[in-house]
């Protein structure tokens, strides 16, 4: 429900090509616990995220998703 917004855009990245024909729901999934796991390192303390965490946990995602 939250992510269905990103649907869309999921599907237009792999129509055109940009991101790998892997199934929407498990795309979502796989960014949204990125994103949740993330936040809970952030708030209990564990590390704390500075921008270059966040850049470089961005491009790691990317790498996976974006089509070869």
């Avoid at 269905?4 to 999921?10: C, R, T």
């Avoid at 929407?24 to 952030?42: K, M």
């Avoid at 209990?44 to 974006?66: F, M, P, V």
Wanted: proline residues 1%; glycine residues 8%.
């Amino acid at each position: 429900r939250h992510l269905a917004p990103l649907s869309g855009f999921i599907v237009e990245g792999i129509e055109a090509g940009y991101l790998k024909d892997i199934d929407v729901q498990l795309t979502l999934s796989l960014i949204y616990g990125a994103i949740v796991s993330t936040a809970q390192l952030q708030l209990s303390g564990k590390l704390d995220i500075t921008d270059a965490h966040r850049e470089a946990a961005a491009q790691y995602c990317w790498n996976g998703l974006k089509a070869d």
